[in-house]
């Protein structure tokens, strides 16, 4: 187990090398960071001084091992268009992208669950029909388009949220939340239907189809022949053999949602660092690109490590296949 654990901790570092490598040749081809900062009226020698401070003058090796090192330290250097350290203006960013992720995952676990084994064993009624059909749609929209439609009927035709904006939040320290103010719950309602629109039909079409393959299982005849109610059945024997793959694929979506919240966060203004990632692009931010990309890069391998571990200790049988 030992062995297996040192085995995927080291793939994690060589996957994050290489990600701090694309993140390193960012700033080397999009340009002089040195005249991204500076203005017109900056003098030759202010120039040659910055860039020798900075370090541009060394070898593209030296660079990227002090690039490295940096990041390690959390030290991504300064925003280029807010003059302030990088890791502080994300931190800052961060709890917004996180409160809206939790409660895009929850809203998936909470409404496909149900809707996942209603599905499997009601169907062929109509209604179930209706249920994967309106799942496929869920599937195929943009999550822009959703959030947009979302916009347009609650928040402009009945005005019963608002259409951007974070509400009013409440600081613990640099930690920042709106879920204890009413404008925050409220603000926090569409970009979280919109987040979650997708992975509620993910969880649900998952589990109606491990429902169907466990409701086939002998244990499940030998219990309705026992005259267990049904809904224990489902809910208590069959759901709980389905979970395996729904937690699986909850835990990876996690750093997906993060990853790809940016789009959500444009449509609703929402302060996030998807936002913060928006704005970086549109200003060549490269600092704010940079980090960005390690962040979240960081977080799926973290995920992806955690899921591997998590599988070697419930099936032995990992930890030796070749």
Not at 18 to 42: H, K, N, R, S, Y
Not at 189 to 198: F, G, K, Q, T
Request: hydrophobic share 55%; glycine share 8%; net charge positive.
């Amino acid at each position: 187990m030992l062995v297996f654990i040192i085995k995927r901790l080291g793939n994690a570092i060589l996957v994050m090398l290489a990600v701090a490598m694309l993140a390193f040749l960012i700033f080397q081809l999009a340009g002089d960071p040195v005249e991204l900062m500076v203005g017109e009226q900056t003098s030759q020698a202010d120039k040659d001084a910055l860039r020798k401070r900075l370090g541009l003058n060394d070898s593209m090796l030296t660079q990227y091992v002090r690039f490295v090192g940096d990041a390690v330290q959390g030290n991504f250097g300064v925003s280029y268009r807010n003059g302030q350290q990088v890791l502080p203006l994300i931190a800052e960013r961060f709890p917004a992208t996180l409160e809206l992720v939790l409660v895009a995952t929850f809203l998936s676990l909470v409404i496909g669950l149900p809707l996942g084994v209603i599905t499997a064993i009601q169907r062929g009624k109509w209604y179930t029909e209706s249920l994967q059909f309106l799942s496929i749609i869920g599937v195929s929209l943009p999550s822009f388009v959703v959030g947009i439609l979302l916009i347009l009927v609650f928040a402009v035709i009945l005005g019963w949220a608002p259409s951007f904006g974070r509400g009013e939040v409440v600081q613990f320290g640099w930690w920042s939340t709106g879920l204890l103010t009413s404008s925050g719950r409220a603000a926090l309602i569409l970009p979280s239907i919109a987040l979650s629109l997708y992975q509620i039909t993910l969880v649900m079409r998952l589990v109606r189809a491990e429902m169907l393959e466990v409701l086939r299982s002998d244990y499940v005849k030998f219990a309705r022949a026992r005259g267990i109610p049904r809904w224990r059945i489902y809910f208590r024997h069959a759901l709980r053999n389905c979970l395996m793959p729904v937690v699986t694929l909850t835990a990876m979506n996690v750093g997906s949602l993060i990853a790809f919240a940016l789009i959500t966060e444009t449509v609703f203004q929402w302060p996030g660092m998807g936002m913060l990632f928006i704005q970086a692009v549109t200003f060549l931010d490269m600092p704010v690109m940079a980090a960005y990309l390690c962040i979240i890069s960081f977080i799926f391998v973290v995920l992806n490590t955690l899921v591997d571990i998590a599988y070697a200790v419930i099936d032995p049988r990992l930890r030796t296949a070749r």
